[in-house]
C-alpha cells in the first residue's frame, strides 16, 4: 500500500501526558498537511509543510502542538499535556506540488483522553 | 473568509433512489471545489472534483456541477446503493499562493436501506 499511513491508529491517555503521532505521506508527495476532526464535523486545518519547511499554522494550534518535518519526508505532531478538548480524530494528507490540488488523506489517528 | 456549507444531515434513503446532497461556498477568486467521502472507520477519500466554473465532476455514479453564478457544487447520484452509506464532504481550496488549506464544509451521513 503506498497510502499516506499514519501510526498509532488509536491512542488513549490520561489528561496532562504527551502524546506524539507519526505521518508518513506518499513518497513523492511534498506537501504534507495535519488536520483535527471530531465528531460530527469536517476536518479543521491545523498546519501545512512543503518539505521541511512549515508554511501555515492555524491558531488552532497552540502552543501544546508541535509538528515537525525534519527530513522533508515523515512528520510528527506532538501534543503536550494533553486535554480532554484534544480528543478527536488527527487527520495527516499529502499531495504533489505539480498535480493540482488534490490532497490524499491518511486514515486517521483516533485520540481520546481520559 | 472561504468557506462552505452543506445540507445537514443524516439522510436516509431506499437503494435505487435519487440523492441530492446541497453544497454552497463562499470564497473569493477561482476555487477548486471537492467533493470527499468517508467511509465508517476509514479516512476520507477524493471521490470527485471541479476546478473551475462549468467544469463536472463525475466517478463512480456521482456527479457535481461548479456553477460559479450559484457559488454551488451540489452531489448527485442517480441510484444509491446499500454501499453509498457514508459521510460525504464538500470542500474548497482556493488559488491564493498562500492558499493552502482545504476548508470543508460539516459532512452529509448517508444511509441506504436495502
Known amino acids: 500500500d503506498t497510502g499516506v499511513s499514519q501510526d498509532p491508529r488509536h491512542k488513549i491517555t490520561k489528561r496532562g501526558q504527551n502524546v506524539t503521532f507519526r505521518c508518513d505521506p506518499i513518497?513523492?508527495?511534498?506537501?504534507l498537511y495535519w488536520y483535527r476532526q471530531t465528531l460530527g464535523q469536517g476536518p479543521e486545518f491545523l498546519t501545512y509543510?512543503?518539505?521541511?519547511?512549515?508554511?501555515?499554522k492555524s491558531r488552532l494550534l497552540s502552543d501544546r502542538f508541535s509538528a515537525e518535518r525534519p527530513k522533508g519526508s515523515f512528520s510528527t505532531l506532538e501534543i503536550q499535556r494533553t486535554e480532554q478538548g484534544d480528543s478527536a480524530m488527527y487527520l495527516c494528507?499529502?499531495?504533489?506540488?505539480?498535480?493540482?490540488?488534490?490532497?490524499?488523506f491518511g486514515e486517521g489517528s483516533w485520540l481520546t483522553v481520559v | 473568509g472561504d468557506s462552505v456549507t452543506q445540507m445537514e444531515g443524516p439522510v436516509t434513503l431506499s437503494e435505487e433512489a435519487f440523492l441530492t446532497i446541497n453544497c454552497t461556498y463562499t470564497a473569493t477568486g477561482y476555487p477548486s471545489l471537492f467533493w470527499y467521502v468517508q467511509y465508517p472507520g476509514e479516512g476520507l477519500q477524493l471521490l470527485l472534483k471541479a476546478t473551475k466554473a462549468d467544469d463536472k465532476g463525475s466517478n463512480k455514479g456521482f456527479e457535481a456541477t461548479y456553477r460559479k453564478e450559484t457559488t454551488s457544487f451540489h452531489l448527485e447520484k442517480g441510484s444509491v446503493q446499500v454501499s453509498d452509506s457514508a459521510v460525504y464532504f464538500c470542500?474548497?481550496?482556493?488559488?491564493?499562493?498562500?492558499?493552502?488549506?482545504?476548508?470543508f464544509g460539516t459532512g452529509t451521513s448517508l444511509t441506504v436501506i436495502p
Open positions: 509543510f512543503q518539505n521541511e519547511a512549515q508554511l501555515e
Open positions: 513518497s513523492e508527495h511534498n506537501r
Open positions: 494528507a499529502s499531495s504533489p506540488a505539480e498535480a493540482g490540488n488534490t490532497i490524499y
Open positions: 470542500a474548497l481550496k482556493n488559488r491564493s499562493p498562500n492558499g493552502n488549506q482545504f476548508y
